[in-house]
DNA sequence: TTAAATTCAGAAAATTCATTCCAAATTTAT
DNA sequence: ATAAATTTGGAATGAATTTTCTGAATTTAA
């Protein structure tokens, strides 16, 4: 039907990868709305395959002539002929995940992908876990002094550290102060003098459970400030010295763990102090 | 529009998996064209969620006024509504996601509980796009790369930095010396001199992505190191200046995005290069 | 075998869709 | 600042698609 066409110009992608970054490529040089559509395509491709014009004009915030230019912009002869390439992917991309969810259960097979197919398994396991088990006084309470508090000083050394890094830039951006506590040799112990009563702590830790972290929080406890502590047991020594203790049972594989759940939890905490402070 | 149809006729299948027992058990008292068609639905269900009734039909040896009426059959408006659960399928939606959706709308939106469900319910979900999307030739291509550089070096600044950050702590605990370029000032930049040819760089950069960080892999690029980056999209500026790129899509609640799937790839790719380095 | 009921094919109708077109708005170059 | 070029929104168009309808064919029941 369209043979003599795709005769006339054989440079355009016939397959999603090269389409990518075709539109990568072409989209430094393209204007306002025509960015915005390559902009959606990337994020929803499956939207692109399965929607109509008008459906996925709306979504993206253009005319549905806009994606009709998008797409001629591309190359092709108009919308049509760019959507068999997304709905393409979408054919292949199901059939692949089909077989790397049945290889998934085979143990053995040690490529990137059945590692990352196990990972996403289990924190999708571990996910489920944590809204089952999630002690959600606990989580109220926790939410409540971060929210009454004056300054929010965060504490998490090792794998715990990127939790309270990220907490540290999300609460930041809303507008909510944090003190970082960053262990440079000796001296975190003398920061808690520093700590008000006034004040909470926030404190990661999971096995096996840094002395000195403990060993802060404790101190922090004993001047009378709010703590709020995120480990992976409540058998952890930090239980001991917190006013409120949240925990997560993080996806594993062998000796590894993600931090996965973890982030999820830090998130919502993050999101949670947010909506009750503003 | 088809709101008051849909709630004369309430026992429609909503997913695939429960319109395919659907199918089989009314198959039992259909005439000739109709099994055909329930025949060809089961056997081809990519076509029928991306053809045309002129073209399925065709294919199934069938008029396309019988599709409709095969959809009727089965308790449908017609073939487009039937079509859209097989387009679910291709998508990745079934019965619980939608329940689990449903339940998260129900929940009032701002308690502590319902955040944290929004977030693990997102996550799950990203976590599945993660699976589906991944571009496995890339992921090895980055496993590899990281595999056989003489150092890693690993870059992030803000929401990216807890990336890094657990890198170099897990990268350490399996034996692998990891080099974290903090930013501390201006000084950045004068370190690409002591990345070397046979070196790796990883870096994480979300939108919007610092300039830094841009600007310091495509020295690096330039000086023919491996640069593996991990990022929100294609169109992502280190995408130019990478030998392999990543891509995550997170889930988000608003404003703010989680870095939980982020992690589980993280993770992933510390295991996998552990694993390779052995 | 015959009549009634069901199923069917295909044409016709109604709807939706992708695409084109053009005037207005915006950007770029001078 | 002005003109030229590009980009855009939205209506108009024509093609394609889904759905309905009807008479013919087939099946079922008596």
Redesign the pocket.
Known sequence: MTQSLDAISPDIPTDYESLKSHISTLSDSM????LQCARYSLANPDRIALG???EIASAAG?????L??F??TLGF?????MQQIFQGQLVGRNSEYMERLAKIRESGTNTPGSILGNFVERSKQSLDDLLRQVDTAALERSIEALSAAENIHLLGLGRAHPVVSYLHYTFGKMGVRTNLLEYTGGILEERVQFIDENDALFVATFSPYSPEVVEFASKAFGRRVSVVSLTDSVLSPIARVSSTVLEVNEAEHGAFRSLSTTMCLATSIAVAVGDARK
């Open positions: 204007p306002k709305r025509l109509t014009t008008a253009v005319q549905p002539s806009t009709v230019r797409a001629q002869d108009g919308f049509s002929q």
